[in-house]
């Protein structure tokens, strides 16, 4: 069973860096058994995909963040982070982290509970 | 606007039999198999379906997916009150690269 934990602020000023910490329990962020995935839904709308990381560093992103996201693993901590600059009120959202396993497209096994973030002065 | 187009809404009856649709394209569905999640705003999301039509182990039986073409379904029989829910599709798109949800469809147990 593999668990997640997403951390960081729960508040980011307009035009600055959200910065999203996902720490993992039950697998090694250095297998290849999942691919680490970002993922926000924000209120009043449906869940959008932000972007994965595999285990050698490789990313896939969402083309209309691309420009703002970096999806980094740090596997001596066992965790992986998320870092979305130039934030606007429409980047308000919960984040939630999750793994999807390798061995399919789109299989989201294991999800976080999900971190509120607003953006606002 | 979503590539993945779902109902907005649907509902149903306790005990009644209801379908979500998702349509794409051949890019994402037609090249790519489909996976479904259960959200409730406040908890985790859950997956329902993947690879189309397979459900992953204590995912009751009651839930089952489908596909042809470039669309999905997510079928729920025997509805009960706590299925009350927003569902997604999911798929791969190999133009974008990049994974998909659906706009996602509420449920409601009337």
């Known amino acids: 069973q593999v668990h997640l934990q997403e951390s960081g602020p729960g508040l980011v000023k307009p035009s600055q860096t959200l910065s999203l910490t996902c720490t993992v329990s039950?697998?090694?962020?250095?297998?290849?058994?999942?691919?680490w995935t970002w993922i926000r839904r924000p209120a009043g709308k449906g869940l959008e995909w932000i972007g994965r990381?595999?285990?050698?560093?490789?990313?896939n992103y969402n083309p209309s963040l691309k420009s703002r996201v970096i999806i980094s693993v740090d596997t001596f901590n066992n965790q992986f982070s998320l870092r979305l600059n130039s934030v606007t009120a429409a980047d308000t959202a919960v984040y939630y982290c999750?793994?999807?396993?390798?061995?399919?497209?789109?299989?989201?096994?294991?999800w976080g509970q999900g971190t509120l973030v607003t953006v606002s002065s | 606007q979503s590539v993945l187009t779902q109902p907005p809404s649907a509902s149903g009856t306790p005990g009644q039999r209801v379908t979500i649709s998702c349509s794409g394209s051949?890019?994402?569905?037609?090249?790519?198999?489909v996976s479904w999640y259960r959200h409730l705003p406040g908890t985790a999301p859950k997956l329902l379906i993947y690879?189309?039509?397979q459900r992953p182990s204590g995912v009751p039986d009651r839930f089952s997916g489908s596909k042809s073409g470039t669309s999905a379904s997510l079928a729920i029989s025997g509805l009960q009150s706590e299925d009350e829910a927003d569902y997604f599709c999911?798929?791969?798109?190999?133009?974008?690269?990049?994974?998909?949800f659906g706009g996602g469809t509420k449920l409601t147990v009337l």
């Open positions: 990381i595999y285990a050698s560093g490789s990313t």
């Open positions: 039950g697998a090694s962020t250095s297998s290849g058994d999942y691919y």
């Open positions: 999750a793994s999807a396993d390798s061995g399919y497209y789109v299989k989201i096994d294991y």
């Open positions: 690879v189309d039509n």
């Open positions: 999911s798929t791969w798109d190999d133009s974008l690269n990049g994974a998909l």
């Open positions: 051949r890019y994402d569905i037609g090249s790519n198999t």
